[in-house]
RNA sequence: GCUCUGGUAGUGUAGUCCGGCCAAUCAUAUUGCCCUCUCGAGGCAAUGACCGGGGUUCAAAUCCCCGCCGGAGCACCA
C-alpha cells in the first residue's frame, strides 16, 4: 500500500483521525504554536507599546510574532500606542515615528495605527456607562489608606456613594477640577477576592502634567492601562491578546469591566521576560536613554547598545531579527535570546550576497605589520565571491603588505596571501615562492588575509565590544555604503561611511578614517 | 504576608492536555574530521537535558503528593 492508498483507507475507515494526521503536519511547517480559537481571516492582534524610547532588542518579539501570525491567519495587525501616562511614563514624541521604523525594519506594516491619547472622549463615555451599571465610584481616599483597607478586605467610605455624587465627581475629574492625587474613579470589584491585585483597582487619575502631544494636552484626567487597554481591544476587536507575565492579571482585572459590559473577553496568551546575550547594557529604554544622555553611548545605534537600530546599522536583516524571536516559542518562562542564534540566522540571509573583501586590523596585541614583497605579480585578484565565480575578481596591489601580526610566519616559513600565493618570509620581506596551491593543499602552508601597505583605507569598525581600527584594501571602494560585505577571516561587516566627519567622542571616527564600517557577526 | 505563574542539553525548542512508538526532537553552540586559496558557506560526526523526593501503574518527562529554585502582581507606571 503506498501513502496515498494508506490515506484513502484511513479516510474511509477514521475521518476523524485523519483529519487529525493533517493538521498535525500544517503544524510541523510553523515555528509557532497554532493560535486558540484562531479562525483564517478573523485574527486580530496588536502590538501597544509605550512610546517613551525606540526599541530594545526585547520589543521586537511582539511585533514579530504577531506578524507572523498575522500571515500565518491572514489576520490583522494593530499599533496601538498606550501612552496614558504623561508624567512617569512620559511619551517622547519622536518615538511614535521611531516605533513604526522599526517595526517597517522588521518587514511588517501595521495595518491600524492608533494613540490611545487621542480617544480620551471614548473611554470618559465608556467610564460613564460603567458609573451607570454601578460598576464605578470616585475615591478621594490617599493612596495609602486605600491600600491599608485593601489589604484587609475592607471597603472604604466612598465605595456607597450614591450614583448621582460619583457620576458629578466624574465629570469634575473629566473637567479637571482636582489636583493629581485628590480624586480617581476605582472599579468595582470585589473587595475580599482573594487575590490583592484585583480589588477595586483605579481606572482612571487625575494628572497635573500635559501630555506632550499638544492634540491631548488639555486632558487632566487619564485612564489607567487596565481600562483603557481593555476597552480598546474591545473596541478595535481584538480577538487573541500577547502580553508579558507582568500583565498576568490584567485579563482578571479587565474581566470586571467586561462582565458589567457584557462583552466577550479576547483570548490571552502570556510569555516570560526576555533577556539578551552579549550586551553589557540591560535592556531598559529607560537604562539605554541615560546611557546615552551620560555620553556612555553614542546613540541609539550604537553597536554596543542592544537595540534594534544598533543591531540594523550592524547590517543585521530585520528577517533574521524575526526569525530568532519566533523560535523563542510562547512560553510563558523567562528566557534568554542567544545572539548567536541571530547571527545565524543572518548568515543564512546575507552571505550569498556578501562580497569578499580584505581588512587587516591594527590592534594593540595583534598590530598590522608591513612586509616588502619581493617577486611575483604586480597585484592579487581574489574573488569577489567564493560561491559566485561570475562576479569576478578584485585587484589587490602587492608591493608592500600589511597583516595582522598573528599570522606573520617565523623567518624561513611560509605563507599564503590569499589570491595572491606563496611567499617566505626572508629576514624583514616575503620572497614570492610561487602560485602552486598544491602547497596549501599540502597543509603546510597557512591561508592569511592582507592588504597593500600604502593604497589602503584606514578603516574604523565598530563592534559591540568597542572600536576595532585597521586597512582596507582599495577595491572596497567599488562598494557602496550599506552594503553588507564580509572581511574575510574576520566577519561580516555593514559599510556605513566613506571619509566620516570626527565624531567628537572618545568612541565613533576621529575623522582621519577613509571608511567607517559596523560589524555585524563572524 | 497574600495571589498568580513557571522549571526538558550552554541557549531556544518539540514531546506534557489524551502515560507506552522518548535510552527524548529540531535548531543554535562547542569540538573534531572532510571540503574549500577565509576562521564564511557546504558535508559528516561527537558533546550535552526531563529541578529533587515520594506515590499510582506492567509502564511516568507526561498523572498525584511533598519539597526546592525561579519569575510576576498586590501602584493614582506601562
Known amino acids: 500500500m503506498d501513502e496515498a492508498e494508506r490515506r484513502a483507507r484511513l479516510g474511509e475507515i477514521a475521518p476523524d483521525r485523519l483529519a487529525e494526521l493533517d493538521e498535525d503536519e500544517a503544524e510541523d511547517e510553523h515555528v509557532l504554536p497554532a493560535l486558540p480559537n484562531a479562525e483564517d481571516g478573523a485574527v486580530v492582534m496588536r502590538a501597544a507599546p509605550n512610546p517613551n524610547g525606540p526599541w530594545h532588542l526585547g520589543h521586537a518579539r511582539m511585533p514579530a510574532v504577531i506578524g507572523t501570525y498575522k500571515r500565518r491567519y491572514d489576520g490583522a495587525f494593530i499599533c496601538r500606542f498606550d501612552d496614558t501616562d504623561p508624567e512617569t511614563k512620559r511619551p517622547d514624541l519622536d518615538a511614535y515615528d ?43 481616599c490617599a493612596g495609602d489608606d486605600f491600600s491599608e483597607l485593601k489589604n484587609a ?27 493629581a492625587g485628590e480624586m480617581v474613579l476605582r472599579v468595582k470589584t470585589d473587595i475580599d477576592h482573594k487575590n490583592p491585585a484585583l480589588r477595586d483597582w483605579v481606572a482612571f487619575r487625575m494628572i497635573d502634567t500635559p501630555h506632550p502631544r499638544e492634540a491631548a494636552a488639555d486632558y487632566r484626567c487619564w485612564p489607567m492601562l487596565d481600562f483603557q487597554s481593555g476597552v480598546d481591544d474591545h473596541l478595535t476587536g481584538v480577538t487573541h491578546i500577547i502580553r508579558g507575565i507582568d500583565l498576568q492579571d490584567s485579563a482578571k482585572r479587565q474581566r470586571f469591566v467586561y462582565d458589567y459590559f457584557g462583552w466577550e473577553y479576547p483570548e490571552v496568551l502570556h510569555w516570560g521576560h526576555v533577556q539578551v546575550d552579549e550586551y553589557d547594557v540591560k535592556l531598559s529604554t529607560s537604562t539605554i536613554k541615560e546611557l546615552i544622555e551620560a555620553g556612555e553611548l553614542t546613540g541609539w545605534d550604537d553597536p554596543r547598545a542592544p537595540t534594534i537600530r544598533s543591531v540594523r ?3 543585521i536583516r530585520g528577517q533574521a531579527l524575526v526569525d530568532s524571536m519566533t523560535e523563542l516559542g510562547m512560553s510563558t518562562a523567562d528566557v534568554d ?47 569577489l565571491h567564493p560561491d559566485h565565480e561570475e562576479r569576478g575578481t578584485r585587484t589587490v596591489p602587492a608591493g608592500r603588505v600589511l597583516i595582522e601580526e598573528s599570522d606573520l610566519p617565523a623567518r624561513g616559513d611560509r605563507v599564503w596571501l590569499k589570491g595572491f600565493g606563496c611567499v617566505r618570509h626572508t629576514r624583514d620581506a ?44 582599495p577595491a572596497i571602494a567599488d562598494a557602496a555604503v550599506d552594503d553588507l560585505v564580509q572581511f574575510e577571516r574576520v566577519g561580516f561587516v555593514r559599510l556605513d561611511e566613506f571619509d566620516p566627519e570626527p565624531a567628537g567622542e572618545a568612541y565613533g571616527p576621529t575623522g582621519e578614517e577613509d571608511l567607517v564600517t559596523y560589524y555585524a557577526h563572524p
Open 98 to 140: 521611531a516605533i513604526l521604523e522599526d517595526i517597517e525594519y522588521l518587514g511588517f506594516e501595521p495595518d491600524r495605527v492608533i494613540r490611545a491619547s487621542d480617544r480620551l472622549e471614548t473611554y470618559y463615555e465608556h467610564a460613564r456607562e460603567l458609573i451607570g451599571a454601578g460598576g464605578a465610584y470616585t475615591c478621594s
Open 313 to 315: 546599522r550592524r547590517g
Open 153 to 179: 478586605g475592607e471597603p472604604c467610605p466612598h465605595r456607597e456613594k450614591d450614583g448621582e455624587t460619583v457620576r458629578a465627581e466624574f465629570e469634575e475629574m473629566v473637567a479637571g477640577e482636582y489636583d
Open 430 to 473: 616575503f620572497e614570492y615562492v610561487g602560485d602552486d596551491i598544491e602547497v596549501v593543499r599540502e597543509g603546510d602552508v597557512d591561508v592569511v588575509h592582507w592588504v597593500p601597505a600604502d593604497e589602503s583605507l584606514r578603516t574604523l569598525v565598530r563592534t559591540v565590544e568597542g572600536d576595532v581600527r585597521g586597512f582596507a584594501e
Open 337 to 383: 535570546l542567544a545572539m548567536s542564534s541571530v547571527y545565524a540566522n543572518n548568515r543564512d540571509i546575507v552571505d550569498d550576497d556578501a562580497n569578499r573583501y580584505f581588512l587587516v586590523r591594527d590592534r594593540e596585541d595583534d598590530p598590522a605589520v608591513d612586509r616588502d614583497v619581493i617577486g611575483g605579480p604586480d597585484a592579487g585578484h581574489p574573488p
